[in-house]
């Protein structure tokens, strides 16, 4: 059998269904706001990703990831939505949408969107009527309004002149910093309401214990689904339903983080229900639609949300967050396979999104972190079940330090960690003067977060011209693992076994043919004996790996 060429599907037999094309596909993650600004007023939009579209073709990934174009007060870059059928007129028209649908799937490319179901913007329609109604109100049940006990003190100490008690209802606290509530009408002596919002106070909660609410995205899911888009990416899947009540968190004392490590939030059986309801809607259209969850959640508990029933995808994000430590890779490594071994469905590979700090500067920054991203992006690729790759990840883009000034994360305003140093706009050419090549017209306005200077080193159009380039390993990697896929080796999704050799060398088995390796060591390591089929740079001796370099190995 020759390893690079296709020798046709694996057989159909009544154990094996044909294949879906999500269990192999690699998604390409857009970022709208820093993909390409076709109008150049510094700001990305659908104009200029329909005019690189072919750039994501050529990469040869099967489909692209929008995250939020809604319209939206932009508090959150768009995770605070006002209307989930809309567009806003920062990105362009609903006409242009449907213009990028065509063209993506005349280029073969899928197209996924961003829902966000656990919370809207302050400025929904459906908020400010239920601010309006007043405490007690139907419309207020849309949302987690509760009122506040009042102050009873003299002096209003801890109060406010309204008279109504600056205690929140309980002592969740907010995934961005600060408290989870905010006050609904913070000078009436009458509304002594709270709201709740995980995120920031612009983004409140839907209350998915109203079954309207739960109608109410039945609608958006339609609306998008009936426009022919594949399949959405689901935000905060694992967080939409609040435990009964609204009790104190146990776990709230100094930890900022008030969603995962908060068990009255995070992964309530309820919200299993919503993901079978929308498994059967996505399955009423053809071809099925996909559902992908963030579910921010150790892997047994993720793996519950891909059951066959529920979600096809949730990312894992115990192995997004890794750092450069093979034992580290090994135990998630095999956390997942026995995740997968209970509930089915392969992981969903990432190493990075818009909400985490690049691998080159991750896995060490400068040379050492650039050879060690392409390494493990390439042993993610050759890993069994689909993958994500994020806008520059596929140019080994680092993590840009942004000007205290021209930060823009809501995270960061509350006292969180500061995202915006993966959301720098790309580089695609040298010329400085047109935001290196991010806006399409010009003269430009300033990009909306400041590109460093040296930024147009990573242009794509230079990479483009350079055989050596991480965007050349990374088109190569694609192609050879779309050529493999339809091989009986590397075609089966079987999963993986994980283990660290001598020498910090770790090892994917993903069958008793294929290996993955990396070397996360200091030395150079022997590979077990067998032909390398992809490298993320040329071995310097025949059988070794040197330092911080991974391979696709079929055994000898
Ligand atoms: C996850 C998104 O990826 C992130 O960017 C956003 O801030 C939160 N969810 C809230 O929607």
């Known amino acids: 059998m020759s390893p690079v060429s296709p020798v046709g599907p694996v057989e159909e037999t009544a ?17 709208p706001r820093s993909f390409a600004d076709g109008d150049g007023d510094g700001v990305g939009d659908l104009a200029g990703l329909i005019a690189r579209l072919p750039y994501i073709a050529a990469l040869g990934v099967d489909g692209i990831w929008m995250t939020p174009f809604q319209p939206s007060p932009q508090v959150d870059q768009g995770y605070d939505v006002t209307d989930y059928c809309g567009m806003d007129p920062l990105f362009g028209t609903m006409e242009q949408f449907d213009t990028l649908l065509e063209l993506a799937h005349a280029l073969g490319l899928r197209i996924l969107l961003d829902v966000v179901p656990n919370h809207c913007s302050s400025e929904h329609p459906l908020f400010q009527a239920a601010l309006a109604a007043g405490p007690g109100s139907p419309e207020r049940e849309m949302f987690h309004f509760v009122p ?49 919002h995980l995120f920031s106070a612009g983004q409140p909660d839907w209350n998915w214990r109203n079954p309207a609410v739960g109608e109410y995205f039945d609608g958006v899911l339609r609306f998008w689904f009936d426009k022919g888009v594949d ?16 009790p104190d968190s146990p776990s709230t004392g100094g930890v900022v983080d008030g969603l995962r490590s908060n068990p009255q939030v995070s992964d309530q059986e309820d919200v299993h229900e919503v993901y079978r309801r929308w498994r059967a809607l996505a399955e009423k259209y053809e071809p099925h639609r996909l559902l992908v969850g963030e579910v921010n959640l150790e892997p047994a508990r993720a793996a519950r949300y891909t059951r066959a029933d529920e979600m096809q995808q ?63 992006l390439v042993a993610m690729l050759g890993l069994p079940g689909p993958a994500y790759l994020y806008q520059g990840q596929e140019l080994g883009l680092p993590e840009v330090d942004v000007p205290l000034e021209s930060r823009m994360d809501p995270m960061w ?15 695609w050419t040298e ?22 200077a040296g930024w147009g080193a990573n242009a794509i159009e230079r990479q483009q011209q350079d055989p050596d ?37 770790l090892i994917c088995e993903r069958s008793p043919e294929f290996f993955v390796a990396v070397a ?20 310097a001796e025949d059988g070794w790996l040197q330092p911080n370099n991974a391979a696709w190995v079929l055994r000898a």
């Open 413 to 427: 305003a509350r006292g969180g960690v500061c995202r915006d140093g993966a959301r720098v706009p790309l580089p």
């Open 231 to 246: 399949g959405l990416r689901i935000d905060v899947a694992h967080a939409l339903f609040k435990a009964d009540g609204l």
């Open 314 to 376: 949730a990312f894992a994000f115990a192995f997004v967050k890794l750092g450069w430590d093979p034992e580290a890779w090994a135990a998630v490594g095999n956390e997942l396979e026995a995740a997968r071994q209970l509930h089915g469905a392969s992981p969903t590979w990432a190493l990075e999104n818009h909400d985490i700090v690049r691998t080159v500067t991750r896995f060490g920054g400068g040379e050492l972190g650039s050879l060690r991203a392409r390494a493990a």
């Open 15 to 31: 154990l094996a269904p044909a294949p879906e094309w999500w269990q192999s596909a690699v998604i390409y993650e857009v970022y």
């Open 431 to 452: 010329d400085a003067a047109q935001n290196f090549g991010f806006s399409l017209t010009g003269p430009p306005a300033d990009p909306w977060l400041p590109q460093p």
């Open 520 to 539: 996360m060591g200091s030395e150079s390591v022997r590979l077990p004996a067998g032909s390398v089929l992809l490298s993320a740079a040329p071995p």
């Open 148 to 196: 506040g006990p009042l102050d009873m003190s003299d002096d209003g100490g801890g109060g406010s002149a309204s008279g109504a008690s600056d205690v929140p209802p309980n002592n969740w606290q907010s995934v961005f910093g600060g408290r989870a509530w905010s006050r609904a009408n913070p000078g009436s002596a009458t509304d002594t309401d709270w709201y709740l």
């Open 469 to 505: 380039s991480s965007l050349a390993l990374v088109t190569k990697a694609l192609e050879m693992r779309r050529l493999l896929w339809n091989d009986e080796v590397f075609g089966r999704n079987d999963g993986g076994t994980w283990r660290v050799e001598a020498g910090n060398l």
